[in-house]
């Protein structure tokens, strides 16, 4: 089936018909991860104001790593799209490229987070602290695992377009991973705005 | 050089800037909660709407369908389930 | 010393012990028996690592039916232990241990197992597909709910059961309250078998959108792939925020986080909001597919065409958005003020809406209908007045101000429990009545069936009615005893005497498995129901391509089209046929969750994360893995066929 119904007439990663299987398969994923990225925001809008002891967000909240790593996902983000673009053109160069450099974002990206994340347990909000420290922590620290995840996937992905060219499989994981990728774009755009900008407003 | 970079992926970048800038502007400028709070939301929002149509080209196969239903369900049921948590848990808890 | 300390069962009993023996004991028949058969190979060659949605169904069904059991054992020993006052046949302990793993039992690892059972063997055959979309994944989510099942189950013996209800409410579930690790294994074992639940719902979403036979548009779908089309979104979109509860529960037992504790901000209200958040839409997971049961059946067994099908349709999408809407419910007494109740009052009322229309679909598809009364219409016909009885009583609850007289009682176990036995039970009992010919070439014994109905459903109503009026005159559920001034007595010993009846239907049940597979006959060709859907155009047993020619669809009948008004289902001839290999790899993977939640059950960390790494190992091998498949050819395709008499339309 893989091989043999190939449809020329569309995207290598459209071509087969478990491709296309494989991409609706993913966008009901990525269905399922709004669910549980919403839930974690229904419970820090809950927990939001729950300090106990510990500091509030206003008290930790820095606006500098927090733009920097908005910054370097928006432009991930961007650079993995012109990635799937070049690859449509067959360009698989230029794709693996854009690939890096997405990848080479995300890993700064991590960096600012890790020391975001030791920043806090500095100024004494550990994730033990209280509830509100305990809810920013597990919502941070979601994506960040995921955007970790991703960097594995990505990099294991590069390796098999390297090793077996473009091909209606490796094309269609690409197009996945960059699904998975904006994804995590539009999830950080919601903490950025929902937990520092109105944290720090 | 410059097929590698599409008009409309650029204009998409710029946007997403332009469109975080403006939430920026919640922390710079002195303004109520709920002007601050109504210009995240459009932002955020837009955001999304941008990288769903730009970036993840949502609608270009035969499944759009399928996929928008996927998608704006699971907007629904999160943004029902964010607001019914905070009607029970916080603002109309007694 | 004090490592194996934390093995031990807190609150052992000589039936523990006996479990424990019991346990070992049977491990070791079951491998001396496959060693001394030489049974080994094929169980791995042909079930542990198949990905055929036939088989993996039917492993689902043998789990599912063994946890009912497990299940069942669990509801006797209530039973029984409050059916006199003063009883002390089980401590508090114990008996809170029981209603714990009663509960998750049930729901989790029977009734899902169960209705995810009869999707997968049915719902690819009803649309006339190969396979489900992904079969890999499906093995993945089997294993991964069997593992869990293991996990949970193993708390009885390393350990000890989680015993704060199968809600584990917080406080009451925090490490303060419960210290032993039984609340761990809820937590790691429900989150292990969810995601398998996670991974059949997008399965099954893709496969009932992508790989339909042709001309089946999705208005022309049985009602059973429509009822599992609306589960499996509900599934996608609920069960997130129980891995998100529970990842948070998990955190607060193991890592001293604060989400729930009465501490430091946290919110114990928080976790039952969360929890319903999930559990409400659980509850539609478990019922919508049994409605799709009951249509296939009511429609079968009346010659008839389903009635009202558009809106069957149109009330199964309008419950599935309403189900996220009504979890308040759950705790009207817990807090919130009127305003927030009345407007969960509202929609959980409004959801009787959609159920009620249904019922009258159902009741005007028979109506002038020519009625068989096979066992699985039998059922189908009990479900519905105790359905409703128990369906009223649950718009009794829901009047927010009314609850605050019922929560918390035998009434609401009542209602809870007329709604989902005659609702799910029932609808499971029917479905695999139904469905058996196909899965295993012979018919269960209509006799011993009906005889097993009569004492399932009047054990029904024996065992429940009666907590109505315990439950009105004040006893409050999960009580383990009382004493006899109350007067509750003579009730429970009602429902005892119907706990008995259920039991003795479940074993009538198993008997007529025995005599069936020993004394009924093979020869009963492809349709002994002269049934209406896809499913039945295909042979006894069903060959591991399911349809050499994929069929053409007309209508929602398309097999009784085919019989009646002469549609040729099958055209043209054979052609090669692609099917996905077999791989251990789902297994494997699975073992090592196994070990992951065990391990974080009793933190050990090096374990936890040696195991992760094997996780992460396996999902490599299959990303860099070539694996194109197979493909049967056109003259293995005719021997088969003609093994099996030749496609019915040529």
Same mark, same amino acid.
């Given at each position: 089936?893989?091989?043999?119904?190939?449809?020329?007439?569309?995207?290598?990663?459209?071509?087969?018909?478990?491709?296309?299987?494989?991409?609706?398969?993913?966008?009901?994923?990525?269905?399922?991860?709004?669910?549980?990225?919403?839930?974690?925001?229904?419970?820090?809008?809950?927990?939001?104001?729950?300090?106990?002891?510990?500091?509030?967000?206003?008290?930790?909240?820095?606006?500098?790593?927090?733009?920097?790593?908005?910054?370097?996902?928006?432009?991930?983000?961007?650079?993995?799209?012109?990635?799937?673009?070049?690859?449509?053109?067959?360009?698989?160069?230029?794709?693996?490229?854009?690939?890096?450099?997405?990848?080479?974002?995300?890993?700064?990206?991590?960096?600012?987070?890790?020391?975001?994340?030791?920043?806090?347990?500095?100024?004494?909000?550990?994730?033990?602290?209280?509830?509100?420290?305990?809810?920013?922590?597990?919502?941070?620290?979601?994506?960040?695992?995921?955007?970790?995840?991703?960097?594995?996937?990505?990099?294991?992905?590069?390796?098999?377009?390297?090793?077996?060219?473009?091909?209606?499989?490796?094309?269609?994981?690409?197009?996945?991973?960059?699904?998975?990728?904006?994804?995590?774009?539009?999830?950080?755009?919601?903490?950025?705005?929902?937990?520092?900008?109105?944290?720090?407003? | 050089?410059?097929?590698?970079?599409?008009?409309?992926?650029?204009?998409?970048?710029?946007?997403?800037?332009?469109?975080?800038?403006?939430?920026?502007?919640?922390?710079?400028?002195?303004? $109520?909660?709920?002007? *601050?709070?109504? +210009?995240?939301?459009? %932002?955020? #929002?837009?955001?999304?709407?941008?990288?769903?149509?730009?970036?993840?080209?949502?609608?270009?196969?035969?499944?759009?369908?399928?996929?928008?239903? $996927?998608?704006?369900? *699971?907007?629904? +049921?999160?943004?029902? %389930?964010? #607001?019914?948590?905070?009607?029970?848990?916080?603002?109309?808890?007694? | 010393?004090?490592?194996?300390?934390?093995?031990?069962?807190?609150?052992?009993?000589?039936?523990?012990?006996?479990?424990?023996?019991?346990?070992?004991?049977?491990?070791?028949?079951?491998?001396?028996?496959?060693?001394?058969?030489?049974?080994?190979?094929?169980?791995?060659?042909?079930?542990?690592?198949?990905?055929?949605?036939?088989?993996?169904?039917?492993?689902?069904?043998?789990?599912?039916?063994?946890?009912?059991?497990?299940?069942?054992?669990?509801?006797?020993?209530?039973?029984?232990?409050?059916?006199?006052?003063?009883?002390?046949?089980?401590?508090?302990?114990?008996?809170?241990?029981?209603?714990?793993?009663?509960?998750?039992?049930?729901?989790?690892?029977?009734?899902?197992?169960?209705?995810?059972?009869?999707?997968?063997?049915?719902?690819?055959?009803?649309?006339?597909?190969?396979?489900?979309?992904?079969?890999?994944?499906?093995?993945?989510?089997?294993?991964?709910?069997?593992?869990?099942?293991?996990?949970?189950?193993?708390?009885?013996?390393?350990?000890?059961?989680?015993?704060?209800?199968?809600?584990?409410?917080?406080?009451?579930?925090?490490?303060?309250?419960?210290?032993?690790?039984?609340?761990?294994?809820?937590?790691?074992?429900?989150?292990?078998?969810?995601?398998?639940?996670?991974?059949?719902?997008?399965?099954?979403?893709?496969?009932?959108?992508?790989?339909?036979?042709?001309?089946?548009?999705?208005?022309?779908?049985?009602?059973?792939?429509?009822?599992?089309?609306?589960?499996?979104?509900?599934?996608?979109?609920?069960?997130?925020?129980?891995?998100?509860?529970?990842?948070?529960?998990?955190?607060?037992?193991?890592?001293?986080?604060?989400?729930?504790?009465?501490?430091?901000?946290?919110?114990?209200?928080?976790?039952?909001?969360?929890?319903?958040?999930?559990?409400?839409?659980?509850?539609?997971?478990?019922?919508?597919?049994?409605?799709?049961?009951?249509?296939?059946?009511?429609?079968?067994?009346?010659?008839?065409?389903?009635?009202?099908?558009?809106?069957?349709?149109?009330?199964?999408?309008?419950?599935?958005?309403?189900?996220?809407?009504?979890?308040?419910?759950?705790?009207?007494?817990?807090?919130?003020?009127?305003?927030?109740?009345?407007?969960?009052?509202?929609?959980?009322?409004?959801?009787?809406?959609?159920?009620?229309?249904?019922?009258?679909?159902?009741?005007?598809?028979?109506?002038?209908?020519?009625?068989?009364?096979?066992?699985?219409?039998?059922?189908?016909?009990?479900?519905?007045?105790?359905?409703?009885?128990?369906?009223?009583?649950?718009?009794?609850?829901?009047?927010?101000?009314?609850?605050?007289?019922?929560?918390?009682?035998?009434?609401?176990?009542?209602?809870?429990?007329?709604?989902?036995?005659?609702?799910?039970?029932?609808?499971?009992?029917?479905?695999?009545?139904?469905?058996?010919?196909?899965?295993?070439?012979?018919?269960?014994?209509?006799?011993?069936?009906?005889?097993?109905?009569?004492?399932?459903?009047?054990?029904?109503?024996?065992?429940?009615?009666?907590?109505?009026?315990?439950?009105?005159?004040?006893?409050?559920?999960?009580?383990?005893?009382?004493?006899?001034?109350?007067?509750?007595?003579?009730?429970?010993?009602?429902?005892?005497?119907?706990?008995?009846?259920?039991?003795?239907?479940?074993?009538?049940?198993?008997?007529?498995?025995?005599?069936?597979?020993?004394?009924?006959?093979?020869?009963?060709?492809?349709?002994?129901?002269?049934?209406?859907?896809?499913?039945?155009?295909?042979?006894?047993?069903?060959?591991?391509?399911?349809?050499?020619?994929?069929?053409?669809?007309?209508?929602?009948?398309?097999?009784?089209?085919?019989?009646?008004?002469?549609?040729?289902?099958?055209?043209?001839?054979?052609?090669?046929?692609?099917?996905?290999?077999?791989?251990?790899?789902?297994?494997?993977?699975?073992?090592?969750?196994?070990?992951?939640?065990?391990?974080?059950?009793?933190?050990?960390?090096?374990?936890?994360?040696?195991?992760?790494?094997?996780?992460?190992?396996?999902?490599?091998?299959?990303?860099?893995?070539?694996?194109?498949?197979?493909?049967?050819?056109?003259?293995?395709?005719?021997?088969?066929?003609?093994?099996?008499?030749?496609?019915?339309?040529?």
């Amino acid at each position: 089936m893989l091989e043999m119904n190939k449809d020329n007439t569309q995207p290598l990663e459209y071509s087969t018909e478990q491709g296309r299987m494989n991409i609706l398969g993913f966008w009901i994923f990525i269905g399922a991860e709004i669910m549980l990225f919403g839930t974690l925001f229904a419970s820090y809008f809950t927990l939001e104001g729950r300090t106990g002891a510990g500091p509030t967000g206003a008290e930790i909240f820095e606006i500098s790593p927090v733009l920097a790593e908005t910054l370097l996902l928006l432009t991930s983000s961007f650079t993995i799209g012109l990635g799937v673009h070049a690859m449509r053109l067959g360009r698989q160069k230029a794709m693996m490229t854009f690939f890096i450099i997405t990848l080479v974002l995300g890993a700064a990206f991590l960096s600012f987070e890790v020391y975001e994340f030791i920043h806090y347990v500095h100024e004494g909000a550990g994730i033990q602290t209280s509830a509100f420290t305990s809810i920013l922590l597990t919502t941070l620290g979601t994506h960040g695992a995921h955007v970790t995840f991703g960097l594995f996937w990505g990099i294991m992905i590069m390796i098999q377009v390297i090793k077996r060219g473009l091909t209606p499989e490796t094309a269609n994981k690409s197009f996945i991973f960059s699904l998975y990728w904006h994804f995590l774009d539009v999830v950080w755009i919601f903490i950025f705005s929902f937990v520092y900008l109105k944290g720090m407003m | 050089m410059k097929e590698l970079f599409p008009i409309k992926h650029v204009m998409g970048f710029v946007f997403s800037l332009i469109l975080t800038s403006v939430a920026l502007l919640v922390y710079i400028l002195d303004m $109520s909660f709920a002007l *601050g709070l109504t +210009i995240l939301l459009i %932002t955020a #929002f837009a955001q999304a709407a941008l990288q769903l149509v730009v970036f993840m080209h949502a609608g270009e196969s035969e499944d759009k369908g399928a996929i928008y239903t $996927s998608v704006y369900y *699971g907007i629904i +049921i999160a943004v029902l %389930t964010v #607001f019914g948590t905070l009607l029970a848990m916080i603002w109309g808890y007694v | 010393m004090d490592f194996f300390e934390r093995f031990m069962i807190p609150h052992p009993s000589p039936a523990i012990y006996a479990a424990m023996v019991a346990i070992v004991l049977t491990s070791i028949a079951i491998v001396v028996g496959l060693t001394y058969f030489k049974k080994w190979g094929y169980l791995w060659r042909e079930w542990i690592t198949t990905v055929d949605h036939k088989k993996i169904g039917i492993m689902y069904l043998i789990s599912a039916l063994l946890m009912l059991f497990r299940g069942g054992v669990d509801a006797l020993m209530m039973r029984a232990q409050t059916a006199v006052p003063e009883n002390a046949l089980l401590d508090a302990q114990h008996y809170n241990e029981i209603f714990t793993t009663h509960g998750i039992v049930m729901i989790i690892f029977m009734a899902m197992a169960f209705i995810i059972a009869l999707m997968n063997f049915v719902i690819p055959l009803q649309i006339g597909a190969r396979d489900v979309a992904f079969p890999r994944l499906n093995a993945v989510s089997f294993w991964l709910y069997f593992m869990g099942a293991m996990l949970f189950n193993l708390s009885f013996v390393i350990g000890g059961s989680p015993s704060s209800g199968w809600t584990s409410y917080f406080p009451l579930a925090g490490d303060e309250l419960s210290p032993s690790v039984g609340t761990n294994y809820y937590m790691l074992a429900l989150q292990i078998s969810g995601l398998g639940t996670l991974i059949t719902g997008i399965n099954f979403i893709v496969t009932i959108l992508k790989m339909r036979a042709p001309g089946m548009t999705l208005m022309k779908m049985p009602m059973f792939t429509w009822s599992g089309l609306i589960t499996n979104v509900i599934i996608v979109f609920a069960f997130p925020v129980l891995t998100v509860a529970l990842a948070m529960g998990t955190m607060d037992r193991l890592f001293a986080t604060n989400f729930f504790t009465t501490t430091d901000g946290g919110m114990d209200m928080l976790w039952a909001n969360l929890f319903w958040v999930w559990g409400h839409p659980e509850v539609y997971i478990l019922i919508l597919p049994a409605f799709g049961i009951y249509s296939e059946v009511i429609s079968t067994f009346s010659r008839r065409n389903l009635y009202g099908y558009n809106s069957m349709v149109a009330s199964m999408v309008i419950i599935s958005l309403l189900s996220f809407v009504v979890w308040v419910h759950h705790f009207f007494t817990m807090g919130q003020g009127a305003m927030v109740n009345s407007i969960f009052s509202i929609t959980t009322m409004a959801i009787a809406i959609p159920t009620g229309i249904k019922i009258f679909n159902w009741l005007l598809t028979m109506w002038k209908g020519k009625i068989q009364f096979t066992v699985p219409m039998l059922y189908s016909l009990g479900f519905i007045p105790i359905f409703t009885i128990g369906g009223v009583t649950g718009v009794m609850l829901g009047m927010s101000a009314a609850d605050y007289q019922y929560h918390n009682t035998m009434f609401l176990v009542a209602h809870f429990h007329l709604v989902i036995i005659p609702g799910v039970v029932f609808a499971m009992i029917a479905g695999l009545t139904y469905w058996w010919p196909k899965m295993f070439g012979f018919m269960l014994n209509e006799r011993i069936g009906r005889w097993a109905f009569g004492f399932i459903a009047g054990g029904t109503c024996l065992a429940f009615f009666p907590m109505f009026i315990s439950g009105l005159d004040g006893q409050a559920r999960r009580m383990y005893t009382y004493s006899e001034s109350t007067g509750f007595g003579f009730w429970n010993m009602l429902s005892f005497i119907g706990a008995l009846g259920l039991a003795v239907g479940f074993i009538l049940i198993v008997y007529n498995i025995y005599y069936s597979t020993r004394y009924a006959s093979r020869d009963i060709g492809d349709d002994p129901w002269n049934a209406r859907s896809l499913e039945w155009a295909t042979h006894n047993p069903v060959p591991e391509y399911n349809f050499a020619i994929t069929p053409q669809v007309n209508s929602s009948q398309a097999f009784w089209d085919s019989k009646k008004n002469g549609h040729t289902l099958f055209k043209g001839g054979y052609k090669e046929i692609h099917m996905p290999n077999n791989s251990g790899v789902p297994f494997v993977m699975s073992v090592f969750f196994f070990i992951f939640g065990f391990a974080f059950v009793f933190s050990m960390w090096i374990t936890a994360v040696v195991s992760l790494i094997g996780i992460f190992a396996c999902m490599l091998h299959r990303s860099f893995e070539k694996d194109h498949g197979h493909h049967i050819s056109v003259a293995e395709i005719e021997r088969t066929e003609s093994e099996l008499r030749g496609a019915r339309n040529e």
